[in-house]
Antibody, heavy 115, light 109 residues
Framework: EVQLVESGGVVVQPGGSLRLSCAASGFTFDDYAMHWVRQAPGKGLEWVSLISWDGGSTYYADSVKGRFTISRDNSKNSLYLQMNSLRAEDTALYYC????????WGQGTLVTVSS | EIVLTQSPGTLSLSPGERATLSCRASQSVSSSYLAWYQQKPGQAPRLLIYGASSRATGIPDRFSGSGSGTDFTLTISRLEPEDFAVYYCQQYGSSPPITFGPGTKVDIK
């Protein structure tokens, strides 16, 4: 059974930093590119970042480019999102997902940027 | 970037009625890489349809997807009480970026 478990979300001040983690199981992790997607409170779904299966290629939404860094550790079946220079508009539930159609979704991890 | 537009924004229907949700893309979605998700309050999205018309595992057959190119449709043949939710379309054929539509809320009339 495929499982994705996100963690690391907390309340952080504007300008602060945070690292999210995603633990994957139930599939061959290094066969897949992986994504981060977020959902602000009461809003729709927004793609954030993509990393290739080997970590060699990374892509970002314009809204986070230069501030967020996606990475992975295939030996640990884990995906990460380093978030720097956080802004109020980064407040959201963050989900990780494997490439293609997204199934299943984890429970997400909530990041709140507030003073 | 492929922009997805969903209509209507809100659909007010009664249980037992048929729901037709539209998703239109700003350019052709390659290989019909179009998915539909259902999201209920306080829950993560759930995959309903992938490849424009293939039902995900465990999804009732009252849900069906159709379309190709730039026009796609999700149909719920007879609404059950548990179907009242927000529905999102997503294209994953032209990535990055993956893009989502803004959603259609199906609520009880």
């Amino acid at each position: 059974e495929v499982q994705l478990v996100e963690s690391g979300g907390v309340v952080v001040q504007p300008g602060g930093s945070l690292r999210l983690s995603c633990a994957a199981s139930g599939f061959t992790f290094d066969d897949y590119a992986m994504h981060w997607v977020r959902q602000a409170p009461g809003k729709g779904l927004e793609w954030v970042s993509l990393i290739s299966w080997d970590g060699g290629s990374t892509y970002y939404a314009d809204s986070v480019k230069g501030r967020f860094t996606i990475s992975r550790d295939n030996s640990k079946n884990s995906l990460y999102l380093q978030m720097n220079s956080l802004r109020a508009e980064d407040t959201a539930l963050y989900y990780c997902a494997k490439d293609g159609w997204f199934d299943p979704w984890g429970q997400g991890t909530l990041v709140t940027v507030s003073s | 970037e492929i922009v997805l537009t969903q209509s209507p924004g809100t659909l007010s229907l009664s249980p037992g009625e048929r729901a037709t949700l539209s998703c239109r893309a700003s350019q052709s979605v390659s290989s019909s890489y179009l998915a539909w998700y259902q999201q209920k309050p306080g829950q993560a999205p759930r995959l309903l349809i992938y490849g424009a018309s293939s039902r995900a595992t465990g999804i009732p057959d009252r849900f069906s997807g159709s379309g190709s190119g730039t026009d796609f449709t999700l149909t719920i043949s007879r609404l059950e009480p548990e179907d009242f939710a927000v529905y999102y379309c997503q294209q994953y054929g032209s990535s990055p970026p993956i893009t989502f539509g803004p959603g259609t809320k199906v609520d009880i009339k």
